[in-house]
C-alpha cells in the first residue's frame, strides 16, 4: 500500500530528519513539505494526503490549532520536542506522538500503525448507522436519519428525522466516524447530510426550513461532493 504524506516542520534540521526517514520507506510517496500550518491548511484543501507528520509549537497558527479548528481527514503523527502535549494529542485523535530526536525504528512503529488503521478503514464495510456518546448511553443513529449537526458550545447536537440528540464528541470526532460522501462538514459548526438538504445559495444551504452557513474553509470541498453525487 502507498501512503502519501508531507511534513509541517519550522526547524530546518528536524525538517530534514524527518525526510530522510520517509525517504529510506519505498511505500511513502513525500508530496510536499511545509515550514508553517498555515501554508499545509491551503494545500490541504485541494490535495488528498494520507498522512501529516506534524509539528506542534510553529509560528501563527501551531499543530494542535491546526487539528482542533479545521477539517483533517488525514491520519496524523504528531512529531515534537515538548511532551505534555501528549495527551492533547491523543484526544484529537492522532496515529502516534514521535518526541525529538526520535530514532529511525521509533518512526517506523509510527508508520506502522498509521499503515494497520488504513488497512482497517478499506477493509470497514458501508455501514448503515452509527453510535454517538450521550450523557447516560451510547446512542444508535441512522445515517439516512440524520438532517445536519450543529455546534453548540461543548456539545454537538444531531438533528435526525426522529429525534434530537446531544453529545460531548468532538467534530473531528464525527468526521472520522461518518462518511463525507454522506455527512460532511460545510461550516466550523455544521455537518449536513447531502440527501437533505433542499437547496444552495451563496452561503447558505437549506435543510427544509433551516438554513445552514456554508463557509469559505470548506465551500470547494463540499461542492466537490455535490457534484459527484
Known amino acids: 500500500m502507498t501512503i502519501t504524506c508531507i511534513i509541517v ?3 530546518p534540521l528536524a525538517m ?20 508553517n500550518a498555515a501554508d499545509a491548511l491551503i494545500y490541504l484543501k485541494t490535495v488528498k494526503v494520507d498522512l501529516i507528520f506534524l509539528d506542534i509549537n510553529m509560528a ?32 484529537l485523535k492522532v496515529a502516534d506522538y514521535l518526541l525529538k530526536p526520535f530514532t529511525f525504528e521509533r518512526f517506523i512503529q509510527g508508520v506502522e500503525r498509521v ?3 488504513l488497512a482497517k478503514n478499506q477493509l470497514q464495510p458501508e455501514r448503515k448507522f452509527f453510535f454517538v456518546k450521550t450523557a447516560y448511553r451510547l446512542e444508535k443513529i441512522m445515517l439516512d436519519e440524520v438532517q445536519y449537526i450543529e455546534g453548540m458550545r461543548d456539545y454537538r447536537r444531531i438533528v435526525t428525522t ?46 427544509g426550513a433551516v438554513e445552514i452557513p456554508l463557509s469559505e474553509t470548506y465551500r470547494k470541498a463540499f461542492y466537490e461532493r455535490i457534484n459527484a453525487k
Open 60 to 91: 501563527e497558527l501551531s499543530g494542535i490549532q491546526l487539528l482542533e479548528n479545521n477539517h483533517i481527514s488525514s491520519q496524523v503523527i504528531i512529531t515534537t520536542a515538548y511532551q505534555q502535549y501528549a495527551i492533547k494529542g491523543f484526544d
Open 115 to 117: 499503515q494497520q488503521l
Open 16 to 35: 530534514e530528519r524527518t525526510q530522510n526517514y520517509v525517504l529510506k520507506l519505498p511505500f511513502l510517496q513525500l508530496l510536499n513539505m511545509f515550514d
Open 162 to 207: 426522529g429525534k434530537k440528540i446531544m453529545t460531548l464528541q468532538t467534530f473531528r470526532d464525527l468526521e472520522q466516524e461518518l462518511p463525507p460522501a454522506v455527512i460532511c462538514r460545510v461550516h466550523k459548526s455544521y455537518m449536513v447530510s447531502l440527501d437533505k438538504i433542499s437547496a444552495v445559495e451563496k452561503d447558505c444551504i437549506r435543510v
Open 9 to 11: 516542520e519550522d526547524e
